[in-house]
């Protein structure tokens, strides 16, 4: 069985420690929602187990599936099993959203996949996420809503089908059908791959329909509180001030550098793709 495990984790940003010592443990099957207020390392966790370059381990191991992360390439991550949908995708002028698409996939694949196989699972996909098949065309992003991002991102976390996602406000910009949209698509995925997830969100109504099995706050770095849906309803109704006084506490953000989530491991996809024609 597939499972995540992070042990004592500390990352620093641009010589900034942000987590400062976080333990967590996913197993498969498990849905994670990761709370806690703006500035306190949640997204930093994510982008630091996908392995992004500016999030650096000071201290502390990040395993999955029994393989060390620690100094695994990106894209070795993605291969593993693991996707990142981004807070905030990104925009590549040049690169077209089919070219894209299939260049992700067929990095997954020892054989590239055959065009009637690519069109029938990019028509299915796009049409349970939503996605406009008229901007598979169009440039990467270029010139989409909030919304269309985001569709973009479950897009491609549907043709990949990792056993791991991590999910950072993949909700934001989407109104109710979208996060019903967004609820049924990890609903689904976990029904026929066992997948696994890990949630940062602010919106309640998303958790209300994607029960997490455990909830966990992250405060100043570190995971305050762990508990299952019934700590996550208790903060929906009382804030995180009932946190502050009863672990002695203090909840003022913390000074984060956010660098941009771009480079993950599109450039060598885009480069192997390129390679390859």
Request: aromatic share 6%; charged share 25%.
């Amino acid at each position: 069985m597939a499972k995540l495990e992070v042990k004592n984790l500390h990352v620093s940003v641009e010589d900034t420690m942000i987590l400062k010592g976080i333990n967590l443990t996913i197993n498969e099957g498990e849905i994670h929602a990761l709370i806690g207020p703006n500035g306190h390392g949640k997204s930093t966790l994510l982008l630091a187990i996908m392995g992004h370059p500016s999030y650096k381990i000071e201290e502390g191991t990040i395993i999955y599936d029994g393989v060390e992360f620690n100094d695994l390439s990106v894209d070795n991550r993605s291969k593993a099993g693991v996707f990142l949908a981004m807070q905030n995708p990104l925009e590549i002028n040049g690169v077209t959203n089919m070219d894209f698409f299939k260049g992700i996939i067929n990095a997954h694949r020892e054989t590239p996949i055959g065009l009637y196989e690519f069109i029938k699972d990019l028509e299915k996909n796009s049409k349970e996420v939503g996605f406009n098949l008229d901007l598979a065309s169009r440039y990467l992003n270029e010139g989409f809503s909030g919304g269309e991002r985001k569709r973009n991102e479950l897009l491609q976390m549907k043709l990949l089908k990792p056993k791991l996602a991590l999910l950072d406000e993949i909700d934001s910009g989407l109104d109710v059908d979208g996060l019903e949209m967004v609820a049924s698509t990890i609903s689904s995925m976990m029904d026929d791959k066992k997948l696994s997830a890990l949630i940062v969100s602010h919106y309640v109504k998303l958790y209300e329909q994607v029960k997490p099995t455990f909830v966990h706050v992250i405060i100043d770095g570190k995971v305050a509180l762990s508990g299952d849906y019934s700590l996550l309803e208790k903060v929906n109704k009382q804030g995180y001030g009932w946190i502050e006084k009863e672990l002695a506490i203090k909840l003022t953000k913390a000074k984060q550098s956010r660098p941009s989530s771009a480079g993950l491991c599109l450039n060598k996809v885009i480069k192997d793709e390129e390679n390859s024609n």
